[in-house]
T-cell receptor, first 115, second 114 residues
Framework: DGGITQSPKYLFRKEGQNVTLSCEQN?????MYWYRQDPGQGLRLIYYSQIVNDFQKGDIAEGYSVSREKKESFPLTVTSAQKNPTAFYLC??????????????FGPGTRLTVL | GDSVTQMEGPVTLSEEAFLTINCTYT??????LFWYVQYPGEGLQLLLKATKADDKGSNKGFEATYRKETTSFHLEKGSVQVSDSAVYFCALSDHGNRDDKIIFGKGTRLHILP
């Protein structure tokens, strides 16, 4: 089955520690995205990547970092510089500019809690 | 810039009631329009889409028509079920932009009472 996997589903970390969230897709999509969702809120774009070895900041990139070394993988690191990291993190992918409709497909999410 | 505005929730209905969730948009190019649904604790799932004016997207009893003249894409369902309780997001992808981004509305939480 093609899809997007995120791991782990729940993650607990102590304040001041960096933590990396995994996102893998086997849809052969060029574009990948990271969103943050706070309780009762909409989605906010953290980073996105349209092609391997390239990525752009979204609306709330401060305190986060990403890499895109492989087409199928787009890990997100939440650094100690992120002031309020507790949230639900969603990864998504899309065909990219080679596809006209460009709908995004989402993973199941990772709920990060910083203690 | 591009934007999506959808009605604020929560929306509470009884089972078998008629549902409308309003969505309007602004776009500089030629957008495709989407409705996504998010069940508690899960990621978003594409519910339906429409790619040009007057297109009607439909899925699982839900429908939405792309109205260019009113820049709207309202979600409707004739008879809701308890299982439809979720958060619904209206979204657009503007093909005039080459950044592959989707603009999401803030979401509307729907509660269906048995």
């Amino acid at each position: 089955d093609g899809g997007i996997t995120q791991s782990p589903k729940y993650l607990f970390r102590k304040e001041g520690q960096n933590v990396t969230l995994s996102c893998e897709q086997n849809l052969n999509h060029d574009a990948m995205y990271w969103y943050r969702q706070d309780p009762g809120q909409g989605l906010r774009l953290i980073y996105y990547s349209q092609i391997v070895n390239d990525f752009q900041k979204g609306d709330i990139a401060e305190g986060y970092s990403v890499s895109r070394e492989k087409k199928e993988s787009f890990p997100l690191t939440v650094t100690s510089a992120q002031k309020n990291p507790t949230a639900f993190y969603l990864c998504a992918s899309s065909i990219g500019t080679s596809g006209y409709y460009n709908e995004q497909f989402f993973g199941p999410g990772t709920r990060l809690t910083v203690l | 810039g591009d934007s999506v505005t959808q009605m604020e929730g929560p929306v509470t209905l009884s089972e078998e009631a008629f549902l409308t969730i309003n969505c309007t948009y602004t776009a500089t190019g030629y957008p495709s329009l989407f409705w996504y649904v998010q069940y508690p604790g899960e990621g978003l799932q594409l519910l339906l889409k429409a790619t040009k004016a007057d297109d009607k997207g439909s899925n699982k009893g839900f429908e939405a028509t792309y109205r260019k003249e009113t820049t709207s894409f309202h979600l409707e369902k004739g008879s809701v079920q308890v299982s439809d309780s979720a958060v619904y997001f209206c979204a657009l992808s503007d093909h005039g932009n080459r950044d592959d981004k989707i603009i999401f509305g803030k979401g509307t939480r729907l509660h269906i009472l048995p």
